[in-house]
């Protein structure tokens, strides 16, 4: 991660969410899939919503989480990535409903 993520600037924020955004959909459009594509967009919303609660520590977290992924990813294990993937929107899903919460 780039020493710019850390921390809880505006820079940081815009950073995070444009490599975040980046990151979801690369993983999307690499599955050629429309109806993933069609999703994220359609789910673009909620994301940004998420990131607008950015706290300090959410980007870390996010990060590890994409890194699992990708690594699942380039071992070409459909299991694990489909693992982190799970455990990535877990979190995240987790993440979103503490800063609506509080």
Known sequence: MTPSLRGDTYE??????????????SIAEASRSPLMVDTLRRFR????????????????QAVEEHQAVLAAIRAKDPEAVARAMRDHLEASRSRLKNAYDS
Do not use: S, V
């Open 12 to 25: 940081a924020y815009r950073e995070f969410a444009e490599l975040d955004a980046a990151f979801h959909n």
């Open 45 to 60: 919303a909620h994301t940004h919503g998420y990131r607008l609660y950015f706290r300090h520590g959410i980007a870390d």
